[in-house]
């Protein structure tokens, strides 16, 4: 599914029950092609913008029942049916994702929040849909993976966003931290961009590992993937640790040898490095 993208997570992987792989890999599908529009590419703002509303006016024909053409969406709307997905998520996608075509900088932690909660969380709460374990407690859990999973993409990808024009950064730490965007032009790593980093990194791993209590409630194969999830988010975090925070020169990407490092601490614990908790 995740053809020509890198992900740090499995994907409709086949540690699900194969009668989840289908609909999750729809929903991946919608997400991903969403987010090309917002990203990929030189179209002007406002033809992004406006590939993204023909994405919502799909959304509304499916949810009036009518009909749709595309493949994507004629499966999407087989899969909103079958499980009775919300179409609340799908559009909250949409809105960050528009936010990206208009939006390059972020004033505060508090509105990086805002914006993963439209472009990451919404990911997790469909899956607990499919899941058939949407509650008060695993929505709270989900939230906290998926917003910690968004801000370790920020973290490790400074470098290819502040090409695009973009920084995640808050400017707000950036200032606390005596970080410029010169620097970042420069590609300097030194010492007040790794502490700006260095806190970064570990308010993010506190969410991540916040939420980790989720792989332990929802059992068997559901409950691995979503443990191989956190090891992933987790491993690099200790990736960015590693390199001290250089995100230019070593940005952190998971290897094959990763993959079976977080497979196995994924069956004896919750995905966390060092966490030993039975399964």
């Known amino acids: 599914m995740g053809a020509g993208h890198y992900e740090n997570f499995p994907v409709a992987s086949l540690l699900l029950p194969a009668r989840l792989r289908h609909p999750v890999g729809v929903i991946y599908r919608f997400a991903r092609s969403a987010d090309d529009i917002a990203d990929e590419g030189d179209c002007p703002a406002p033809v992004r913008l406006q590939r993204l509303a023909d994405f919502n006016l799909q959304l509304t024909r499916i949810e009036r029942g009518e009909r749709v053409h595309a493949p994507l969406f004629e499966d999407l709307a087989v899969v909103i049916d079958r499980f009775r997905l919300p179409f609340a998520p799908f559009r909250d996608l949409?809105?960050?994702?528009?936010?990206?075509?208009?939006k390059s900088r972020y004033a505060d932690y508090d509105e990086l929040l805002d914006y993963s909660r439209r472009s990451a969380d919404p990911i997790g709460r469909?899956?607990?849909?499919?899941?058939?374990?949407?509650?008060?407690?695993?929505?709270?859990?989900?939230?906290?993976?998926?917003?910690?999973?968004?801000?370790?993409?920020?973290?490790?990808?400074v470098a290819i966003d502040y090409a695009k024009d973009r920084i995640y950064l808050p400017l707000d730490d950036m200032r606390r931290f005596?970080?410029?965007?010169?620097?970042?032009?420069?590609?300097?790593?030194d010492h007040a961009f790794r502490a700006l980093m260095r806190h970064q990194v570990e308010r993010t791993r506190?969410?991540?590992?916040?939420?980790?209590?989720?792989?332990?409630?929802?059992?068997?194969r559901i409950g691995l993937e979503i443990r191989m999830v956190i090891a992933g988010g987790d491993t690099i975090l200790q990736k960015l640790i590693a390199a001290d925070y250089d995100v230019f020169r070593h940005r952190p990407v998971l290897r094959s040898?990763?993959?079976?490092?977080?497979?196995?601490?994924?069956?004896?614990?919750?995905?966390?490095?060092?966490?030993?908790?039975?399964?």
């Open 94 to 102: 949409l809105s960050a994702f528009s936010q990206d075509c208009v």
């Open 126 to 157: 469909l899956l607990l849909h499919l899941f058939d374990a949407y509650g008060t407690e695993t929505v709270a859990c989900s939230d906290r993976i998926c917003t910690a999973l968004q801000l370790i993409n920020f973290w490790q990808d």
């Open 178 to 189: 005596g970080v410029s965007e010169a620097q970042l032009t420069q590609a300097s790593a």
């Open 206 to 220: 506190r969410l991540l590992h916040g939420g980790a209590a989720l792989g332990q409630r929802l059992r068997g």
């Open 257 to 279: 040898r990763d993959w079976l490092s977080m497979f196995a601490r994924s069956l004896g614990g919750d995905g966390r490095i060092g966490a030993r908790h039975a399964a």
